[in-house]
């Protein structure tokens, strides 16, 4: 069964590797740079905390997510910033379950009124996912990117 865990000095190296089919690189950032980014921060629109998680499958990695949170942020307290499957492992459900089980995380926690996404707009797999989840796109688009709002409360 599928789980997620935090990305730790023992399996960072591990998650580096894990990369998305050629034709999906400009749909997002290598993990390595997420990794990095997690550590150094990224300012934008307030102070974002970063947290990259792999998902595994038993010992193998076969993806990676990372989220912000920024409890004080007026419109999204939650944000949703990686989520990439390994190209030998998509249209397995790791995306999904990745998604979910971080959805279920942010519902438990009574502070997070909204979660946000963003993907590229021609990224039209992602779009349907995110969609089926019950995100809603705004029609706003940041650094070319299509912003997408789910209200949890």
Sequence with gaps: MPEIRP????NWRDLARVKVREAQKNFVAQNV??????????EHEGH???YPVG??????PVGL???GLNLSHPKTQAFIIRLMVDENHQWK????????KMLEIFRADGRIQSVGISYEPENELAKGLYARLGFVETREIDHGEAI??????
Excluded: H, N, P
């Design 48 to 50: 974002w905390d970063l």
């Design 33 to 42: 740079y997420s990794i990095a980014e997690s550590q150094f921060g990224a």
């Design 93 to 100: 459900g790791y995306g999904r379950f990745g998604m979910e």
């Design 65 to 67: 997510l990372m989220y």
């Design 55 to 60: 998902i595994f499958d038993g010992d193998l």
């Design 7 to 10: 990305v730790t000095r023992d």
């Design 148 to 153: 997408a709002v789910l209200k949890l409360r």
